[in-house]
């Protein structure tokens, strides 16, 4: 069975600044992937960054990068120069279908 | 290109009436998912088609729920009798292929509320 806790159900950050939303999973599988996708509003999922749990290097994509750290099996977010925009619900996901955690809330304060 | 679409985006209905909800994925996506979304938790799947087939179907109430893909490309969610706790957001999502890197896109969603 898979598993993801986001121990952060909300959190703020000032407009311009980084912040890390954190990510651990439990898994079985010697090889997997994990995703973060962002929800707005609107209810819509866009996803926003994958890492391989081979992968050597961490993940980036703009202003997302992932901070992997297998052997602590956390996968953490972290948003560098935050945007207004970036105020949504963030989900960290294991696996190709099947586990979402729980989901922080980020509120981005001008 | 364009994203999965859903319709309708938003419907009212009471207890033990139906509804039905559609999706069409993204063109060539070969992979279709149905997800069930309960307000304050994260997406839970409900239903994975490849193409036409099921693939995982095992957390889908089937006393109520029921889904078609029958041409591999639409599909449809069916909830028959609804119940109060079926509200929630129906999120339909494609990829390419089945495999672990691969990215899901996710239609904007069906808002469902039981009354």
């Known amino acids: 069975a898979q598993k993801i806790t986001q121990t952060q159900p909300g959190m703020f950050v000032q407009e311009k600044e980084a912040v890390t939303l954190d990510c651990t999973y439990d898994t079985s599988d010697p090889s997997y992937g994990l995703f973060w996708y962002k929800q707005p509003s609107s209810g819509e999922m866009i996803f926003l960054i994958y890492?391989?749990?081979?992968?050597?290097q961490n993940a980036t994509e703009g202003r997302y990068s992932l901070n992997f750290q297998k052997a602590r099996k956390s996968a953490n977010l972290v948003i560098s120069a935050s945007q207004l925009g970036d105020s949504a619900m963030y989900f960290c996901?294991?696996?190709?279908?099947?586990?979402f955690g729980p989901g922080t809330r980020l509120s981005v304060l001008p | 290109e364009a994203g999965v679409a859903q319709s309708p985006r938003y419907k009212i209905i009471e207890k033990r009436q139906s509804v039905a909800f559609w999706c069409n994925p993204i063109s060539g996506h070969a992979t279709l998912y149905w997800y069930q979304q309960i307000l304050g938790q994260g997406p839970k799947l409900l239903i994975q088609f490849q193409n036409n087939g099921v693939v995982d179907d095992s957390q889908l109430p089937k006393d109520r729920f029921s889904a078609e893909r029958l041409k591999g490309v639409d599909s449809t969610l069916k909830i028959q009798p609804a119940k109060l706790e079926d509200s929630a957001v129906y999120l339909c999502a494609s990829s390419i292929i089945l495999g672990r890197g691969n990215t899901i896109y996710f239609g904007e969603g069906s808002w469902l509320t039981v009354v």
């Open positions: 890492q391989g749990s081979y992968d050597q």
């Open positions: 996901k294991i696996g190709q279908n099947f586990v």
